[in-house]
């Protein structure tokens, strides 16, 4: 089975600071995505972005960068230049590809404060 | 916009009573799923579907059952509905193989 641990519950920044964000799974699987997923307090699920396992190069979008180190099993998140609309909670998930429809697991999520 | 419409959005209800969410979509997408979202636990997979008629179990299927009787829709019903089960569920579609999943915006279900 797979598990996906997210080990800060909370955690806060200064607005235009940067902040890490850790995820680490556990899987034997050689292929296979992962993402983040940012929860506003309007309850919405956003993806906020992908990467693919085969792929080296880490995935950035904007002002969001990921970490992935395959071999350790991690695929932190980096946000840059932290904006007050960034405040929500944000749950790491893993993609492990099935034919009959791929499975997802999700990690127990990091609420983030961006402080003025 | 994935086309993903829950209904209720809000639902208050007696121990014992079953319940049953809908989940519709537009787009005609084969997979769709159901989870549950509680504190400490994050998103938890109860059933999913792969097609008309075709759905398995996931980790939390214990008190719920599902149907796909047509693309658009999934159900998701509570026989004899538990406090346990007082939840925000969310109903999720991915447009394929090795593409991400899109949600709707959750329906609230408190139990008394």
């Known amino acids: 089975a797979q598990t996906v641990t997210q080990s800060q519950p909370e955690m806060s920044v200064q607005e235009a600071e940067t902040v890490t964000l850790s995820c680490t799974y556990d899987t034997s699987e050689n292929n296979y995505y992962l993402f983040w997923y940012k929860q506003p307090p309007s309850r919405q699920m956003i993806l906020v972005i992908r990467?693919?396992?085969?792929?080296?190069q880490n995935a950035t979008e904007n002002r969001f960068s990921v970490n992935f180190q395959k071999a350790a099993k991690s695929f932190s998140l980096k946000i840059s230049d932290s904006q007050l609309g960034d405040t929500a909670m944000y749950f790491c998930?893993?993609?492990?590809?099935?034919?009959?429809?791929?499975?997802?697991?999700f990690g127990t999520g990091t609420s983030l404060t961006v402080i003025p | 916009d994935a086309g993903i419409t829950q209904s209720p959005r809000h639902k208050v209800t007696e121990t014992g009573t079953p319940v049953t969410l809908r989940c519709h979509q537009t787009e005609n997408h084969r997979y769709m799923y159901w989870y549950r979202q509680d504190p400490g636990h994050g998103l938890r997979l109860i059933h999913y579907?792969?097609?008309?008629?075709?759905?398995d179990k996931g980790e939390v299927s214990d008190g719920y059952s599902v149907s796909r009787s047509k693309t658009e829709d999934f159900l998701l019903t509570l026989e004899s509905a538990t406090s346990s089960q007082t939840s925000v569920y969310f109903c999720?579609?991915?447009?394929?193989?090795?593409?991400?999943?899109?949600f709707g915006d959750g329906t609230r279900l408190s139990i008394l």
């Open positions: 990467q693919e396992a085969y792929k080296q």
């Open positions: 579907s792969y097609g008309v008629k075709d759905t």
């Open positions: 998930a893993f993609m492990k590809l099935k034919s009959t429809g791929n499975q997802f697991y």
């Open positions: 999720a579609i991915t447009p394929g193989l090795n593409q991400p999943q899109h």
